[in-house]
């Protein structure tokens, strides 16, 4: 089955960047996805169709995927980006969705 | 306000039978498909299974296959996961989500809160 393999952790100082990657075999193919989840919460929808953003997440919040690696990348980290975050693509070979491995953020 | 609302978790023994709910309201349930994702504690999110907007297409993660059995009434808005022969490993909070997107493009936009399921003796 197919395999998506995020770093367990990133941590990133308020204001700066954070870069959370989402490896995958030729995941370039596919259409990635995005997911925040807070401590107690439900998973929300942060990208869609690898780079698209629903109405209401910030536009600090953007993506891209090339290759192996899908990329979810937060610019001016707030201490409210502290949370998971899960990739998700389709795989068709196994009608089946499949989810990264999940990636802490925190805020330094 | 569109929402999901789950329901029907709870202590089960090893073996044992739950059903679980998920009541949809402000969308049009019947034109949309819909999932189960669970979560064990303090672990990663896990796709459980999937149903088309009518019901005619239907699948199952690996882990759940045989033993679980996924349906929907859009008369009632409702979606269920009939859970047969629980395990240990089956002990998570079960999240209903509404499916999005183009055929093999499908995300998850809409998210319940989840109920939680406890397989335990």
């Known amino acids: 089955s197919y395999v998506l393999t995020q770093p367990p952790s990133v941590s990133v100082a308020p204001g700066k960047t954070a870069r959370i990657t989402c490896g995958g075999n030729?995941?370039?193919?596919?259409?990635v996805h995005w997911y925040q989840q807070k401590p107690g919460q439900a998973p929300v929808l942060v990208i869609y169709?690898?780079?698209d953003r629903p109405s209401g997440i910030p536009e600090r919040f953007s993506g891209s995927n090339s290759g192996n690696t899908a990329t979810l990348t937060i610019s001016r980290v707030e201490a409210g980006d502290e949370a998971d975050y899960y990739c998700?693509?389709?795989?068709?070979?196994?009608?089946?969705?499949?989810f990264g491995t999940g990636t802490k953020v925190t805020v330094l | 306000e569109v929402q999901l609302v789950e329901s029907g978790g709870g202590l089960v023994q090893p073996g044992g039978s739950l059903r679980l709910s998920c009541a949809a309201s402000?969308?049009?349930?019947?034109?949309?498909?819909m999932n189960w994702v669970r979560q064990a504690p303090g672990k990663g999110l896990e796709w459980v299974s999937y149903?088309?907007?009518?019901?005619?297409?239907?699948y199952y993660a690996d882990s759940v296959k045989g033993r679980f059995t996924i349906s929907r009434d859009n008369a009632k808005n409702s979606l269920y996961l009939q859970m047969n022969s629980l395990r240990d490993e089956d002990t998570a909070v079960y999240y209903c989500?509404?499916?999005?997107?183009?055929?093999?493009?499908?995300?998850?936009?809409?998210w319940g809160r989840g109920t939680l399921v406890t397989v335990s003796s």
């Open positions: 989500a509404r499916d999005s997107g183009t055929v093999g493009y499908w995300y998850f936009d809409l």
């Open positions: 402000g969308f049009t349930f019947s034109s949309y498909s």
């Open positions: 998700q693509v389709w795989d068709s070979s196994s009608d089946s969705y499949v």
């Open positions: 030729n995941i370039g193919s596919k259409s």
């Open positions: 169709y690898d780079s």
């Open positions: 149903i088309s907007s009518s019901s005619s297409t239907i």
